[in-house]
């Protein structure tokens, strides 16, 4: 009887194992026993190279060990054989190492070409998908064509309704630029206005300042971090000014009053002329 066997082979104490379980021949009671093959190689720690194999082989259970290729150890259905009878089982355990190599060799072979077919297979079918995806392409390529000649009819639509409207934006953009010339021309005339009077605002703050110091309300310029003046009240420094002294500098600073006029900031690091326009 042929038995099969799958070996791998390490450098270390540890061995990996591959288990076959093959049907033993019926016993006496017609009851069936299973057996499992295997054949181990590894070395052991002093570097002596180990091969174990166990298997049934014509109707019997062999278990040996090779130590260096010697026998070592050897069990016939479990009896220990032994060292002097070693010589009466040569024939039979060089029976199973050949069985052994023929059916490495086999495996190797089965499984290359088990691989080959694999391989085989699936290039057929990378090819069978290959064909349908250029047969899809062919089809899809022939509606795009159909598709493109629709697309250059419309687009070639569009370009001809595109030219009446650039025409139609050039007379706009045309009046647009006599437009910007004369904002343009406000604009400057606008900006002088505006340095104008910042001018006279810097000479009122001046002015006001003069008041402010003369009236005691500061002792100085320096000592002057903020004044705000509106409809309803004055503030110097943040603290609110008597009614007769916010009357006096409303009516003397009328049109500051009416802008909602404030000097400095918050941060009493910037001196400056600040105006809204009051809310109606």
Known sequence: MK????????????????????????????QSEQYNNYDIIKRDASGKLREIVHTFYKDHVYKFELVNGK?????????????????????VINQIKEQIRIDKIQAKKDQ???????????????????D???????????????QQAE????QAKKDQEEAVKDMAQAKLDQEQAVKDQEQAVKDQKQAKLDQKQALEDQRLMKEMISDLIKDGIVPDEKSLYSVT????????????????????????YKRWADYN????????????????????
Do not use: C, W
């Not at 026998?71 to 024939?91: C, F, R, S």
């Not at 290359?112 to 069978?128: F, I, P, R, S, Y």
């Not at 697309?151 to 419309?154: A, F, I, L, N, Y």
């Not at 009240?233 to 009516?251: G, I």
């Open 112 to 130: 290359e070409q088990a691989k080959l077919d694999q391989q085989q297979a699936m290039k057929d079918q990378v090819q069978a998908k290959i």
């Open 71 to 91: 026998v070592a150890n050897l069990y016939v259905d479990e009896q220990k054989i032994p060292a002097n009878k070693y010589a009466q089982y040569d024939t």
């Open 151 to 154: 697309r250059d009819q419309v």
């Open 229 to 252: 003046l509106n409809s309803t009240e004055m503030t110097v420094n943040d603290k609110k000014q008597p009614e007769e002294v916010f009357a006096r500098y409303k009516e003397k």
């Open 261 to 280: 006029f404030s000097y400095g900031d918050d941060h009493h690091s910037f001196r400056g002329v600040h105006m809204s326009r009051r809310e109606q």
């Open 132 to 146: 349908q995806a250029q047969a899809l392409k062919e089809q899809a390529n022939a509606k795009l064509d159909q």
């Open 3 to 30: 038995t099969k066997f799958l070996k791998y082979s390490v450098l270390s104490i540890a061995a990996m194992l591959s288990v076959i379980t093959v049907k033993a021949q019926q016993t006496a009671d017609n």
